[in-house]
């Protein structure tokens, strides 16, 4: 059974190792988490978890969550999230109104974090798609960072009038869920359930967050693990 947590982005700073070496981490706020419901296969279907973060006045929340979170034995929480579990007996490890905190992470070596990236609006080819650009010479008159022509891609053979799907043009970029694998732990610091991850995580500072133990490594990652344990 894997580990996960809700939690929130804090933001980046710098880390030390004890050799000497500066590494850059982002340090989230990881949990503590409550189980607000448990679903098994007999009874929903499937076996999953349902975590709850963030306390919230009740006045801010809505009748359907104050109810829901009160049979966890919990108050309103702002954020759920639920994930598969392989079978019915992990389910049985987990209780209603359980909670959860950043120990449990403390045997994972590498993480997934899940988050939404900050949203940037609409912007044009050169920022969201690295396009050169046009020549930067008097023969080109206010047109530096357009596209220019789509040649043939302007229909999609037997869909109709529409542009070919997958044209790289101008458009909104960003405010996407984005995920970023194997990140490696540095430090856990249960008594302020802090977690810090090596390198950059989706998301504005406090955003919502969701962290797991990593579904699957990289060769060089796995012969550390390996080098490791």
């Not at 929130?8 to 949990?31: H, L, Q, S, W």
């Not at 992990?90 to 209780?95: G, N, P, S």
């Amino acid at each position: 059974m894997s580990a996960a947590l809700l939690g929130r982005k804090v933001g980046m700073t710098r880390f030390f190792t004890e050799d000497g070496r500066n590494m850059p981490v982002t340090v989230i706020e990881a949990g503590p988490c409550i189980v607000t419901q448990v679903k098994t296969t007999e009874r929903d279907g499937y076996s999953a978890v349902q975590l709850g973060f963030s306390e919230r006045r009740a006045q801010r929340s809505t009748m359907p969550v104050i109810g829901h979170d009160a049979k966890a034995g919990s108050g309103p929480l702002h954020w759920h999230r639920e994930y598969r579990l392989d079978s019915d007996d992990d389910a049985q490890q987990f209780e209603l109104g359980q909670s959860i905190d950043v120990s449990a992470f403390e045997d994972v070596k590498y993480v997934d974090v899940v988050g939404r990236s900050k949203g940037k609006g609409f912007q044009g080819v050169m920022k969201r798609h690295n396009f050169r650009g046009k020549e930067a010479s008097h023969g080109v008159q206010r047109s530096h960072r357009t596209s220019g022509s789509i040649s043939g891609h302007g229909t999609n053979l037997g869909t109709g009038p529409k542009l070919k799907k997958g044209k790289r043009m101008a458009g909104h970029m960003g405010d996407a869920r984005v995920s970023e694998r194997s990140l490696e732990i540095v430090k856990i610091d249960p008594v302020q359930n802090l977690l810090l991850v090596k390198g950059p995580v989706p998301g504005a500072n406090g955003g919502l967050l969701f962290v797991q133990e990593a579904v699957r490594l990289n060769r060089r990652k796995q012969a550390l693990l390996k080098a490791g344990s």
